[in-house]
């Protein structure tokens, strides 16, 4: 599959976003869920979103243009939930605008969220997920890191979560139904 890539632009708010006429798709997840290393991954690009160690590092809403063969869409890099090293009232001005965006942006055909198959029980994703589906979006839940379960343990996790797509960016299992899932929804 050829595939092109490339940033966009970056926004602080809603009223700074590009309108590049393309469907949407939003990643989101908790700091450091992997979802930098999952767009590198999606792309087939080392580093076209950075990705750090330390939670909390996008910031800004990141707007990426993808190609897969002749489907095109803006891949939306939201910042994640949850902890992050940053003051209290950086934290809480954050979400504003993240709730602000994800309530108002229409043109996001998907949202993509990432969980720590690790931790996928977590009181935070949870949440998350209900106020996306509450939205009347399309939620697509992706598990990451699957490379650091054993086996039986992440047979498990399928089982109990049979329209999600279980990831691990290290072996590349899972990009490729990743990408014929967005490629279903644009």
């Known amino acids: ?11 602080s708010q809603l009223s700074e ?9 939003a990643i989101m997840g908790r700091s450091n869920v992997g979802k930098s290393s999952t767009i590198n991954s999606l792309t087939n690009r080392k580093s076209l ?5 330390t939670p909390g590092k996008t910031k800004l809403i990141n707007y990426f243009q993808i190609s897969f063969e002749k489907d095109s869409f803006a891949l939306v890099d939201l910042p994640g939930v ?4 940053v003051s209290k009232s950086q934290k809480i001005e954050w979400e504003r605008k993240l709730g602000e965006f994800i309530q108002k942006r ?9 969980i720590d ?12 997920l209900a106020y996306l589906e509450s939205l ?9 890191k699957t490379d650091k379960l054993k086996k039986n343990e992440l047979n498990r996790l399928k089982m109990k979560n049979q329209n999600s797509i279980f990831l691990s960016n290290l072996k590349r299992d899972g990009i490729s139904e990743l990408r014929e899932r967005i490629l279903n929804e644009i």
């Open 117 to 128: 198959s690790r931790h996928p029980n977590l009181e935070i994703d949870a949440g998350v």
């Open 106 to 114: 229409e043109e996001i055909s998907l949202f993509i969220y990432l």
């Open 1 to 11: 599959m050829r595939i092109e890539a490339k940033f966009v632009k970056s926004a």
């Open 17 to 25: 976003v590009p309108e590049l006429g393309i469907p949407e798709i």
């Open 82 to 85: 949850g902890y992050a090293k």
């Open 49 to 53: 979103a950075k990705s750090s160690n």
């Open 136 to 144: 009347d979006k399309k939620v697509l839940a992706v598990y990451t």
